[in-house]
């Protein structure tokens, strides 16, 4: 059994994180909540912690966070996809996730025939209008989209314009990075955006990899807002858990 996303120990903070630590809220269950207590419930709980302390905190409201794991085989999609849907349900603003992923770091190489619509004539909505609509509020932009009119490779005077236009159809942007331990791409989008949180991968990520990511972050001045740790594995079986 596992759960999306568990806040990482402050030891790791303190070994790969310079920036503000990500806590997820840890409001004790109530007693008419102690009997539901599941994997699913806790993730959601977790979530929605990180929501409020990333996006939604008056001390630091940021609109444009991208999400990079250290390892190019840990799943951020999933939890980039979580984090819009919690997003919508706290905020009353429109929500894009963005799967930000320059050709060279995508998993899915491009089908020969792949075409890609080309906009000569830019105008507002039109990045809205290519994604797909999942809710009334919330939309997810595929690649395609994201790199249309460019050769698919990330350079910071096109990224820089293209997160312009992100601001101005988009309330927020929760933006799926490629590995920051493996690709340039993911420290350059931390330096344009909010912040960048990395994602570790329990009993996986090395820490000298973290660490690597880490100093790829500092050299471009990205802020490094925290770590997230994925796919931890409760040592207790879920019944036992809900008779604590």
Not at 60 to 88: N, P, Y
Not at 142 to 167: H, I, Q, T, Y
Not at 187 to 201: E, I
């Amino acid at each position: 059994m596992s759960t999306l996303v568990e806040l990482i120990p402050r030891t790791w903070e303190e070994d790969v994180s310079e920036g503000i630590a990500v806590e997820v809220s840890r409001e004790e269950p109530s007693a008419a909540r102690a009997g539901d207590w599941s994997l699913a419930s806790f993730a959601e709980d977790q979530i929605r912690g990180l929501v409020q302390q990333i996006f939604l905190s008056h001390r630091k409201h940021a609109r444009q966070i991208v999400f990079s794991a250290v390892d190019e085989d840990t799943d951020v999609s999933s939890l980039c996809m979580s984090l819009g849907e919690a997003l919508v349900r706290q905020d009353s603003g429109s929500t894009c996730v963005v799967e930000a992923l320059p050709r060279c770091a995508a998993k899915d190489a491009p089908a020969a025939d792949e075409v890609v619509p080309s906009n000569d004539q830019k105008r507002f909505g039109v990045l809205r209008d290519a994604s797909q609509q999942l809710s009334s509020r919330l939309w997810f932009m595929p690649r395609s989209v994201l790199l249309d009119g460019n050769d698919g490779k990330f350079s910071p005077l096109w990224l820089r314009g293209r997160l312009a236009e992100l601001r101005l159809e988009f309330d927020y942007t929760v933006l799926q990075g490629p590995a920051a331990g493996v690709h340039s791409e993911a420290a350059l989008l931390g330096s344009l955006c909010d912040g960048l949180v990395l994602v570790v991968r329990a009993n996986s990520t090395r820490r000298v990899s973290a660490q690597h990511a880490k100093q790829m972050l500092h050299a471009a001045n990205a802020r490094l807002l925290g770590i997230v740790l994925s796919e931890r594995t409760f040592p207790i079986p879920e019944a036992i858990y809900k008779r604590l």
